[in-house]
């Protein structure tokens, strides 16, 4: 199974895997993003995204699986705000340069080298101030069951996420164990690491 039918299994059911609410982090950090223009990575349903269009970004969703993208398109319909979707494999999809203001990356699930590479163009994306929000499983994570599957090289510590995005300045970085409650896949306590990053003017 691929990496994008994977996930289009995960999403083909009508409840939202991870729920419809935005992820707690966001919401409590939204005031440190940069306005206006907004790229979230690994979208799937759409709640990130469409909780950010509610507070007046603009917002693009990209993420690989079709069907969580379909989802995402109806949760902007319901709540009548406009995203720009696009369906692509964020391991070679180009980012641009020094063209978002922030960028926002939950739970994104990427082996090692494909994060390294990811990251590399998030930094080079990003407009001078701009900024980085992420929250992501540390290897603790892979003991705890509650989220994140079984692939320890998806999850990622302070020091890792320290050295592949040089070039940013950390106004948050720290690691540690919160409730997450986020539909069926993603529920109870959890090893996470938390970061606010911004680009360099």
């Known amino acids: 199974m691929t990496f994008d039918s994977m996930w289009d299994t995960r999403f083909s059911n009508s409840e939202y895997a991870y729920g419809t609410q935005a992820n707690d982090f966001l919401k409590q950090h939204v005031s440190s993003l940069k306005a206006n223009k907004v790229l979230t990575l690994a979208e799937g349903e759409g709640r990130n995204a469409v909780f950010l269009a509610q ?12 069907k ?9 319909d319901k709540h ?12 070679s999809f180009d980012l641009g340069e020094n063209k978002w203001d922030s960028i926002i990356s939950i739970f994104a699930p990427f082996s090692q080298t ?3 590479l990811l990251h590399a163009n998030v930094v080079k994306s990003l407009k001078p ?11 603790e994570q892979i003991h705890l069951g509650t989220g994140g599957g079984n692939d320890i090289s998806t999850m990622i510590t302070t020091t890792q ?3 592949e995005l040089t070039g940013l300045d950390f106004a948050l970085l720290q690691s540690l164990k919160r409730t997450v409650i986020e539909g069926a896949f993603h529920t109870g306590e959890a ?3 938390q970061a606010i990053a911004r680009k360099s003017l």
Do not use: M, W
């Open 55 to 66: 507070q007046g970004f603009e917002v693009c969703a990209v993420d690989a699986s079709i």
């Open 129 to 139: 101030n701009g900024v980085f929000l992420l929250e992501a499983y540390t290897p």
């Open 114 to 116: 494909h994060r390294r």
């Open 161 to 163: 996420l320290k050295n």
């Open 68 to 76: 969580g993208l379909e989802k995402a398109a109806r949760l902007a």
């Open 80 to 91: 009548k705000v406009n995203i720009e979707f696009i369906h692509a494999d964020l391991t």
């Open 191 to 193: 090893a996470v690491i």
